[in-house]
């Protein structure tokens, strides 16, 4: 088991530390401090994401939007990049969007 390991190599002053799963590194106390998990999103969109791998004291960081959806900028970017509204339609029908 990994404790055993830890303790032969902590008695034989070898610089050892665990490999965490997911969940136990994310209930490390250090994270929860700097609040590293951080919820992204309202509502059914919510998401409890790892946020910054790093904090500063004096600065507060701002709520983000959670991932967007498959397609949920599409047309948007689209438009951006000059294809006009008959354009997106014919993609749109061509199941290409």
């Known amino acids: 088991p990994r404790e055993q390991w830890l303790k032969a190599l902590r008695e034989r002053d070898v610089p050892a530390a665990p490999i965490n799963t997911i969940a136990e590194a994310l209930d490390e106390p250090q994270v929860q401090h700097l609040q ?42 689209l438009r951006r990049a000059g294809y006009g509204e008959a354009n997106i339609a014919a993609l749109r029908d061509a199941s290409a969007i």
Request: no cysteine; hydrophobic share 45%.
């Open 36 to 77: 590293m998990v951080r919820r992204f999103g309202d509502g059914a969109r919510a998401l409890d994401l790892v946020g910054f791998p790093f904090a500063f004291s004096e600065a507060d960081l701002p709520q983000a939007l959670p991932p967007p959806t498959v397609g949920e900028h599409t047309e948007e970017m």
